[in-house]
């Protein structure tokens, strides 16, 4: 009973060692992935981007906001049309 209590101890530890060696090599693998394997934008690129991002943001915030107002003014016909 006593060696099959360590023995599941034991099996434990390793399953832990398996564990944290399989956190560590996740980071080492995500660092080294990060430095060496990804492309990053340059400065303009990024402000490219940027820029592209907010004009495309108010181009369809400004077509939600018409639709919203367009859809408002439209039941508001059509309940004047039931008074």
Do not use: C
């Not at 006593?2 to 023995?7: K, R």
């Not at 399989?22 to 492309?39: A, C, D, G, M, P």
């Not at 907010?54 to 439209?74: E, K, P, R, S, Y």
């Amino acid at each position: 009973m006593f060696s099959v209590l360590i023995f599941r101890f034991s099996d434990f530890q390793i399953f832990k060692l398996n564990l944290m060696n399989k956190i560590s090599n996740y980071f080492r693998e995500s660092y080294h992935e990060l430095l060496e394997k990804v492309t990053w934008p340059t400065w303009n690129q990024l402000q490219q981007s940027t820029v592209i991002v907010l004009v495309a943001t108010v181009i369809i915030t400004a077509m939600v906001w018409v639709m919203d107002f367009a859809g408002n003014q439209l039941l508001k016909l059509i309940y004047s049309l039931f008074k």
